[in-house]
Every structure is written in structure tokens, then in C-alpha cells.
């Protein structure tokens, strides 16, 4: 073959190979060759006549050499390379020991560059072959990385990149810095276009992986190499203010910034993780929240209703319960821009200030200063104020201070996170807080999830033989059932979800409630004492959305998990004859019989020789006894086990004794399984264990009659309880 002129593609000794495979008709040859300024294979792939994985193909088997997996490609490699003969011979370190280098290249032929890339590297080479884009990408994620952005950057529409504000007076990475600007820049206007509320940044392997979480759910948007991650931390530490050189330890700022001509606020947290550099999360704090009206929060009307009531008191307390993110804050902002008449003074306690809102006083928590909710709700006790927001109930000392409030005349409104709405009773009885005080003082509880709602540009309607029985509504259910399933369009990104809306559990504290409260009742009699006023579960307000076609019957479960025993599904029609009822708790009986014979009995305790003992003694006289040796697995055994009754050791690693009672009374559906605190100490652990709802205790060494009449007595007392 004749040598090629200036005009003729570097690579165009591969076309007789293409022509002898049948690939590409010779007549096209001397065209494919002859673009000026480009390879032949990209005028083989552009013009259609195959694809990457065929000439690959084709040339491996022709000079018997492997397909490279650039996937695979190894960042250290290119340290055994240089930069300078890479390119020159267009190939890349895919991954090297002490003896051997294995090289990416387009040319499997090229005998010459083998031997000066053995004599560079100082190992023998093998080479395997790869597509000249694929090793172009590589070679710029390994040696430019800046490159690689800017090819992330060209993908992107101009008008997707409007982002205002005063530009920082910081010295720039002089490689990094100008496309990391503006590609941080399309991140984040990107991510409120899409309505994300979180971007996440973290390394996985040799990439930094960019998320966004869109409706409660992460999605991968991006990989950048991994060279890219520590620009990309330092751009966004620029924008919030934080300290660029401190890489070691975790750091919290904020900024505002302007997407398309709308204001956007911004918390950022930075924290290092182990050998993979700092892990970022920037908050997107959605102003429209500000805006929140109850309407807005789209209720049903037997619910808004409800709502209403306990906002028509001008003294007390209603707090709203709910794990971080479920949506607190908006409902609490609805809350407060439907008493905000300008005829009362509002005052909030917040950690952080999210929003800035206008006719509001907020306050900020800084507890390093020792400005806490204790001290600043003190505070603003002497601020005459008619609405107090306490961000969150804490401690003892912040539930005593906020209730005394309440009972003074103030309305007050504020968070904890517990699972349901009368769990919240339970958490501020261990917070030290009275049931006298707690009875009188609350006007209503609320419980909250976020829910997907149903995309409307690809709902479509669910025939009722598609729904599972125990979802279905009751005989004689005469609200809304147009239950609907998103096909997935380009609007919802093919999810077939859009938007979020809130499943709310409401208490309200009405009639009887109050009295049964202030006795300490148990908490299933006081949601019984809160049906005929409006009381409605999460898994309720979750089948009424679904049945309304506002959201799905998986994304009810997803949500609030497993909670309606299918086996159940009538005995829950008929406890509740407007809805298909679920009370949220699981059957915790166990095995026992009437007379408490044959009983589960869970053994906690991390001490193996006490278990021998005990369970030796238990077995001995007809119960079944399940073993853990930490407060975990204790949880996790009570969750997954029918279990009749617990004995319960203080002492044990991950959760001690009175952290597994105080989550067990916190939760429906393991507050009723009776407990027997079982421990050596001689202190006030009694008293605690007691006020938490232990049944009885027992202080070790027990004594085997002592134990086992103890057990019985208590099975037995249960029974009664249940059963009357």
C-alpha cells in the first residue's frame, strides 16, 4: 500500500482490512480516507457503515488482541505513561502490576509504538484494542479533566445557565476553576428546573457521582472523573462562604443565588469521608413554601376540617411529628401564614432559619454560643408573642418551657420526630413532661409522610381487578374511587410521578382524649377515644389519596411500608365502616395460650451465660425463647418475630435496654408487648424503666421461681388487659 499524502487520514491503513471484512465497499475507500483533519474510523462510524464494536471486533480478531474495557481503566496507570507519548500514540494505560502494563490503543499494529511504550514504562506491554473516542474521552478524563466537563457543558442549553450573583473575590484553580464555574452553575440550575430538593456529590471508584433527589427519590445525573471532585466541593465552598483549605472536617453554610430570575436559597454541608475526599449536599429551599396555604396542602375535606378545629383555639399546643423530610416545615408555614392577620405576634425559634418571612420574628439557635431552644424560647416569652414556633422539641427542658408556654395563654406549635401521632405522647412522657400537663395542654397531633402524586399529563385510570383485595374500599363506600397509575411521559421524566403531597395521621384531642391522656391510658384506647372526632391513620389517609387518584398503592407502601395485614384486610373494613382502616400496628400475640403456656419470650441480654441460664429455666417450664445479645438485633427480632413478652438486660452494646423500651413504646405496633427490665444495676434504672412502661423488673442474680412466677404473672395480667 502506497503512503498516504497530507490529505489522507492517519489511519488510513484501515480501510483495505474494512473492505477484505466486508465492512465498507472498496469504492468508498479513497472517500473515507481522504477527510481532511479526521480519522477514517470516525467517517466509518458517522457515515453508518458500522459501528465502534464491529471495527473492534474485526481488528481483534485480525491481530488476535483483547477488546479493552475501558470501564475498568485505572487512574494510576497514566502515572507509568506520560502525558506526552499518550497522546502522541493515541492509547491509554488501562492497568499495570510491577512486570506488565496493559495499553488501550486504535492500532493494534503499530509494533514501534509498542516497543517505545515498553521502553517508557519500563514493563512488557500488551495492547488491546479500543475506538479512538473511547481512548479520547479516557485520555482527557485521566489527563485534562477539564476537557471532560466542557464536553458536559456543550450538552447544555445557554438558557439553562442563569444563574446571578456577586462573584466571589477568591484566587481560581487555574485548570479546574473556569469550567467548574460553569458547569457548578448548570448543576444547580439544572437540579431547580428539575425540582430537585437535594444534589448530592460524592467518589464511587474513580468517578464523583452527581445525584439529584427528585420527589424523595435519588437519581444519577452525571459522573465526572475523579480529578474533578475536589474543584467541584472548593466551587461550592466559594458560593457558600466556607472555608476552602479545611478539607478534614465537616462544614455547614448557606447561600442565595438567582435561577432564571428566581431568588433561590441554598444550604450546603461538606463532610470528608475515608479516603474518598469530601462527600457534598446542597439543600434547594424552595421559596414557593413561603407561600403555603392550607389549601395548598391539598386535604381531603374530612381532614382539613379537622385541621381547622385544632387551629381554631388561640391557646395551647399542636405539634406536627415526622422523620427529616417529610414535609414539617411547609405544613407548618401553612399553618402560620393562615394565622398571620397582622392582628397577632408571631415568633419562631428555628435551627436553622430557612425562610426569611415577612411579619414574622425568627430566631436563630446557636448552640455553640449557648443560645438553645431552652435559652431562646425564654426569651421570647418576654416578647408578648401570641404564636410561638419552636423548630423542634428536643429535650426536657425545651417540651417543659414550650408547654408551660401553651398553658399560658401562648399558642404553640412545634416538631418531633416520632412515627405516628400518639407516639408523640409517649416521647414527651420520657422527656420528663406530666400526662396531666400533656392532657390539657394539646389541641392535636399530626403525623406526616411526602407521597408521590400521580403525574396528570400520563395518568391513566386502574380497573378494580387490578387492585389487591385488602386496598380495595368497603361495602357501601360512597367517597371518590378513581384510583389512577402514570404510564410515564416526558413531563415526569417516563416516572409517571410529578410533585409530592402530604399523607397526614391526625390526632385531635377532643371529648374523652384529654382525660385518657392525663391517666396515662394506653395509646391504642386513646386513638379509639379519637375515632368519632376525626381520628385518621396514615395507612387512611394513604388508601383515601389512592383511592382519589392522587397517588399509587405502591407508593403508599413504599412510603409507610408494610402496616395492613392482608390476612386482616375485614376485620380493618369493619372497624372503620368509611374507610378501609389500618391501625398501624402489627399483631404483636405471640404463641401463648389463654393461660400463658407455651409463650414467646424474647431474651435480650449480652451476657451468653446469663441466656444459658435464663432460657434453660423458661424452657424448663413450656415457653419458646428467642435469643440477641444487642439492642439492635433485639429491635429487629421484636419487628420480625411474634413475640409475647421481652426480658429486657440494660447493659448491652449499640442500644441499651432503655433505648429498645423507649422505641418500642414510640411505635403502634410494639407498644402493647409487655417488658421485664432484667439488670444488675442498683440505681434509678428502675424508676426510668417503669416510667417508659416496663411491666415489671427484676434485678439479677434472679431467682428461677422468682423469674418464671413473675413471667406468668405478667402474660397473664397482659391477657386480661387485652381481652377486657
Known sequence: MTAPDSATAPDAWLGPYLVEAGIVPAERVSVLASMRNQRMWRSVVETGLATDAVICAELARRFRVPIADLSTAEARATAVLPEVAARKYHVVAIAMDEKSVRIATADPRDMNAEQELGFLTGRDVTLEVASPSAISEKLDEFYRPENSINRLLLGLAPSAIEIERQEEAEERDPALDAPMSKLVDAMIADAVQAGASDIHSEMEGVHVIVRYRVDGILKEVMRLPEAAGPSLVRRVKIIAGLDVTNSMTPQDGRSSIRVAGHEVDMRVATAPVARRGEKLVIRILNKSNLRASIPDLALPIEEEEVLMRMLGHREGMVLVTGPTGSGKTTTLYAVLNHLRTGKVNIVTVEDPVEYDVDGISQMQVNEAQGFTFATALRSVLRQD?????????????????????????????????????VSAIVRLRDMGVDSFKIGTVLRGVVAQRLVRRICPGCAAPVALEDIPEHARPPEGYTGTFTPQLGAGCKACGGSGFKGRLAVIELLPIEGAVSGLIEAGAPQQAILDAARPHGMRTLWESGLIRFWNGQTSFAEIHRVLGETLDQTNAATARSATPALVAESGARATRGTAAADGTGATILLADDDAQMRRLVKTVLERDGFLVIEAADGLDTLEAIETKAIDLVLLDHDMPRLTGLGVLEEMRAAVGTASIPVIMLTARTDDTEMHALELG??????????????????????????MESDG
Not at 394 to 410: F, K, N, S
Not at 694 to 719: E, F, I, N, W
Open 385 to 421: 408573642p401570641d404564636i410561638v414556633l419552636v423548630g423542634e422539641i428536643r429535650d426536657g427542658e425545651t417540651a417543659t418551657i414550650a408547654i408551660q408556654a401553651g398553658l399560658t395563654g401562648h399558642f404553640v406549635f412545634s416538631t418531633l420526630h416520632t412515627n405516628d401521632a
Open 694 to 719: 416496663a411491666q415489671d423488673y427484676l434485678t439479677k442474680p434472679v431467682q428461677p421461681r422468682s423469674l418464671v412466677a413473675r413471667v406468668r404473672a405478667v402474660l397473664k395480667r397482659t391477657r
